[in-house]
């Protein structure tokens, strides 16, 4: 197993960090295989991330390290994690990388952990030009692009 250089900030290029052993991640990764734009794709159960990167991620996203695991993947109770710090958690991901269950993407500045597959999209060109429009109004959809150069995906609220 290799470990891990610098994590790429890039707003050209997305980094996956996921395990291939979780349905989330391999979701996630068949969706920027079917979708054109550079993505440099790291994969747990192959590559280690550095500590000092794990600790990078979870400030990036603000949250503490072992919000970032999964804890229904192990094989613990809540009472004994209850008083694990940092390095508790860091040995966990390194031992363990189905612990990281939802991937977490990197573009340039943005960073975002997945919860949904296709959240993935929010970081790459989405435009729906035409898709509140209807022929069924009485005139053609306009479908050409209204944004520049932002990336969104609405969201439902529930």
Known sequence: MKDMGQIARNDKQLTLIYS??????????????GMEGRYLAIDLAKTKVADTQWAEIA??????????VDKRELDIDAETTENFDSTDWLKIIQKNDSA???????MGKRTKQIDNPPEIM???EVDSAGLEQSPLDGGEPDIERTTE????IEKHKE
């Open 100 to 106: 990281i269950s939802r991937p977490i993407a990197i």
């Open 59 to 68: 400030e990036a996203l603000g949250v503490k390290i072992g919000d970032l």
């Open 149 to 152: 150069n932002e990336n969104f």
């Open 20 to 33: 291939s052993n979780t349905r989330v991640g391999t979701h996630t990764l068949s969706y920027l295989t």
């Open 122 to 124: 929010e970081f790459f």
